[in-house]
């Protein structure tokens, strides 16, 4: 963990808190804890935030702005010319960073969707998913209407498939069982959605 020594306390204490939530998942967030890390009193991290909850506000955006940067980096890597193609290359690239980064990152995972985050211009993964779907909608493969339920299906999916794999009943699947089982939902979500 980081000691604080000088200069802004505040970044100081959302650095520690990120790091805590990585290692923990947002319980592991404490107020108390994370000024000691930090090596300042408690006194002092509550002049920067009021509670545990605005602290964890913060934390959750900065796990958000980490997802929504590792599914940009999945969907650059698309490089297919054909445009429909893409378009549903795009689609699979952003589900399947979805699930890497859960699985990859579960505390900070799970703190990202603990709280309501602080705004952030760049922590929204769902305009990510968004931006992948309206590329469908463009190339004539989903109905415009659909787009908004496609969206809230498509996250629903995947974000269900990487808590069960986190915590759930399928956390013991081997990873070659379990890579296989997620293209198996990228398959079943992008047949329904083209379908549709």
Do not use: I, K, M
């Given at each position: 963990m980081t000691t604080y020594h000088h200069g802004n306390l505040r970044a100081a204490l959302i650095e520690t808190a990120t790091e805590l939530a990585s290692a923990r998942g947002p319980d592991g967030v404490v107020l108390r804890e994370v000024a000691r890390l930090a090596g300042v009193s408690?006194?002092?991290?509550?002049?920067?935030?009021?509670?545990?909850?605005?602290?964890?506000?913060?934390?959750a955006a900065i796990g958000q702005q980490r997802l929504a940067a590792a599914m940009r980096r999945r969907l650059a890597?698309?490089?297919?010319?054909?445009?429909?193609?893409r378009a549903t290359a795009r689609l699979r690239e952003t589900g399947r960073a979805y699930v890497l980064f859960a699985l990859d990152q579960p505390g900070l995972f799970r703190a990202a969707f603990s709280t309501a985050p602080a705004p952030c211009e760049d922590a929204d993964p769902y305009a990510v998913l968004l931006a992948a779907l309206d590329d469908l909608?463009?190339?004539?493969?989903?109905?415009?209407?659909?787009?908004?339920?496609?969206?809230?299906?498509?996250?629903?999916?995947?974000?269900?498939?990487?808590?069960?794999h986190l915590a759930g009943p399928l956390?013991?699947?081997?990873?070659?069982?379990?890579?296989?089982?997620?293209?198996?939902?990228?398959?079943?979500?992008?047949?329904?959605l083209i379908a549709s």
């Open positions: 408690h006194n002092a991290a509550y002049r920067h935030f009021a509670d545990r909850e605005e602290l964890l506000a913060e934390v890597g698309v490089h297919v010319t054909d445009p429909a193609a909608v463009a190339v004539g493969l989903l109905e415009a209407d659909h787009r908004d339920a496609a969206a809230v299906t498509c996250w629903s999916a995947v974000h269900g498939f990487a808590e069960l956390q013991a699947t081997p990873r070659r069982e379990r890579t296989r089982q997620l293209e198996q939902l990228l398959d079943t979500l992008q047949g329904g």
